[in-house]
């Protein structure tokens, strides 16, 4: 598969990649429904979430000096978010052989952020941008970690930790953004963890109701056997997870606090990006 990083002088590169979801199984996470369709509707909310993300930093990006460090990391960041959403919509259309209609949840993620952002000032979006990023960061460290290894289809298991790697690689620039333009006082603290609470509470609420929506599809809604098992490994991966979400409360939080530099680098090695 080729592999195109594009050399700029931002902190990160973008990369283009060209995954194939040809031979995808029904049930391709964990050989379990709950778990598949979980992940599924998580995946759901990737691009219109992260066109969400774009435009939400492009609205803002002029406040910043142009050609500087955080300017080269802004367009980077811009260029892995289109790079997601892109290889994300290509898988969904696996799903979509299995009669799931993926595409329908997309475009409910899309009506509920274009709302948002219709209602909300360019600070406020910008901050939801913000503390989904940190969210997002804490679920790919832990899916570099081990929650990959449930993914025996190499492609799917290329694709999200492809994703991790570059989510990690771009966690603090909205970040950093938001405090440039914005500053690190108490009133910009305040709607950063109230924004984020909003945040927290929308994502964790979608991804229930998709995966709920997608097991109901699928036929699968009454396999108690396999919500047992999904929500004994979901109880133990937020026992691990939620310390690290609610650092985002602390005054002084800055994303680059967590360093995953040798996890992000072994992962490379793992599907050949080294």
Request: hydrophobic share 40%; proline share 4%.
């Amino acid at each position: 598969m080729p592999n195109i990083e594009n050399k700029m002088s931002a902190s990160f590169p973008v990369r283009r990649m060209d995954y194939t979801f040809e031979d995808v199984e029904r049930y391709w996470m964990n050989n379990e429904p709950a778990f598949t369709h979980y992940f599924t509707g998580l995946s759901t909310l990737f691009p219109e979430g992260e066109s969400f993300f774009v435009r939400s930093v492009r609205a803002v990006r002029h406040k910043l000096q142009k050609g500087s460090q955080l300017d080269k990391d802004v367009g980077a960041f811009i260029g892995q978010e289109a790079m997601h959403s892109k290889e994300h919509e290509a898988f969904h259309i696996s799903a979509q052989k299995h009669g799931l209609d993926p595409a329908s949840l997309e475009r409910v993620t899309g009506l509920i952020l274009k709302t948002i952002e219709r209602f909300f000032p360019e600070k406020w979006n910008l901050l939801v941008t913000v503390g989904l990023e940190h969210y997002t960061a804490v679920m790919v460290a832990y899916m570099m970690e081990s929650v990959n290894e449930l993914m025996p289809n190499p492609s799917i298991r290329d694709l999200w930790l492809w994703h991790s790697i570059e989510e990690t690689e771009h966690k603090a620039v909205a970040f950093d953004v938001y405090e440039k333009i914005y500053g690190k006082s108490l009133s910009a603290y305040i709607p950063r963890v109230l924004l984020f609470t909003f945040s927290f509470s929308l994502i964790s609420a979608l991804t229930l109701i998709y995966q709920f929506t997608l097991m109901y599809r699928d036929k699968q809604f009454l396999n108690f056997k396999s919500w047992r098992k999904f929500y004994a490994f979901s109880f133990q991966s937020y026992k691990k997870m939620m310390p690290k979400f609610l650092q985002y409360y602390r005054f002084n939080f800055h994303p680059n606090d967590a360093d995953e530099t040798d996890l992000v680098e072994e992962t490379k090695k793992k599907i050949g990006l080294a």
